[in-house]
């Protein structure tokens, strides 16, 4: 099964911004944002990297090849890393606020590239509301669209709970939501629970609108959400990660055609939730494929919780000629299966390597050789 993420991205200049690099929320209701059509069972994917904000369109129902229909909205939603380098070890969680196809009202899915099944199942009587867990060492976090009781202990739509054992998990945070609200979206990626609520309430820091993202005890995730938030009466779902950015360090090389190779690194920065990967080509310039450099096409991987530098060596070919300094161009790329959360830096994306003739003396004059 292929699994793309369905963008359409926008990228928006000078905007102040807090908080993670990676944003998905699905709406409660279809909404135009930023000129993207998102209906409820799509998501707003919100993307930061230095000055620029991009947006797009995440399709669920691409992404996992399940039939969502229209009048069926996602009602929780997260992302799951196995720890390994590439995109098959990672799985989205989810849940539906009716039941479409196998798959009851109840039931958390999980997807991969496996395909599709029921993850847990709690019955078609009871709604997920929001769902969320980092890795498989964690049990699954659940919250209800009604109150229940289980072994004698009544859950409140009002709090997370760890779904094997029932336990409060966040109480001490959803202070001022309420016994009669409850949670409609919850995120825990960035170290601190961030959600929302089906209605509003007074939080440390003011109202905080159904609308709206809060991240107690300091802020609402608004920056982001302003456009949104005058569209839609509220936030189904939320998911929120620090992949980093992908980028080079340098903008040009300069390197001896006699040198034999050279080679160029691709850095990590801020943040590394999650695996990653990113594709490195020549582009030919007045340097070509097989007379001056040897082609590539070449992938770097990093493992979740990896920002080392990686690294990528291309061959150089010399020859006898006074032909001058010649150059190509190297650019990044995602991977076509690229929903491992990240993005290559549109500022960085692009290196130039100059080779520098030793038969002309362009040596001589070389500033920054390496």
Same mark, same amino acid.
């Given at each position: 099964m292929k699994f793309l993420l369905m963008f359409c991205l926008l990228s928006v200049s000078a905007l102040s911004y807090a908080g993670p690099e990676w944003q998905i929320l699905f709406p409660d209701q279809a909404a135009v944002v930023d000129g993207h059509y998102i209906d409820h069972n799509q998501a707003l994917v919100v993307r930061k990297v230095e000055n620029l904000i991009l947006t797009g369109v995440m399709n669920l129902a691409d992404m996992t090849g399940l039939n969502i229909p229209d009048n069926v909205a996602v009602?929780?939603?997260t992302a799951i890393n196995d720890g390994g380098p590439i995109a098959s070890t990672a799985s989205y969680l989810f849940?539906?606020?009716?039941s479409a196809g196998d798959y009851l009202r109840g039931d958390v899915i999980e997807c991969n590239s496996l395909g599709c099944q029921v993850y847990a199942a709690y019955g078609s009587e009871i709604g997920i509301s929001s769902l969320d867990y980092v890795n498989r060492d964690n049990d699954l976090l659940v919250s209800f669209d009604t109150g229940f009781s289980v072994n004698g202990q009544f859950i409140n739509p009002a709090h997370v709970y760890n779904s094997s054992h029932f336990v409060?998990?966040?109480n001490s945070y959803s202070q001022g939501v309420g016994d009669n609200n409850s949670i409609t979206a919850f995120d825990t990626s960035e170290f601190s629970p961030t959600f929302s609520a089906s209605s509003m309430f007074d939080s440390a820091t003011g109202l905080v609108k159904p609308a709206e993202v809060y991240s107690p005890p300091m802020f609402i995730e608004s920056s982001i959400t302003d456009e949104l938030a005058e569209k839609v009466t509220g936030i189904n779902a939320y998911y929120s990660v620090d992949s980093g950015w992908l980028g080079f360090e340098k903008n040009v090389i300069n390197v001896s055609e006699n040198a034999s190779t050279v080679t160029f690194s691709v850095a990590r920065v801020d943040g590394a939730e999650n695996s990653t990967a990113v594709i490195a080509r020549g582009i030919d310039g007045t340097a070509f494929d097989g007379i001056d450099y040897t082609g590539f096409f070449q992938a770097?991987?990093?493992a979740d919780n990896n920002d080392d530098d990686?690294?990528? /060596? &291309?061959s150089l070919i010399d020859?006898?000629?006074?032909?001058?300094?010649?150059?190509? /161009? &190297?650019?990044?790329l995602e991977p076509n299966n690229s929903y491992m959360f990240s993005l290559v830096n549109p500022n960085k994306k692009y290196l130039t390597i100059?080779?520098?003739?030793d038969e002309s003396g362009d040596l001589i004059f070389a500033d920054g050789f390496e």
């Open positions: 009602t929780g939603f849940s539906l606020s009716a409060v998990y966040f770097i991987y990093w990686g690294f990528v /060596t &291309v020859n006898d000629i006074a032909d001058g300094t010649r150059s190509f /161009t &190297v650019e990044l100059n080779i520098l003739d």
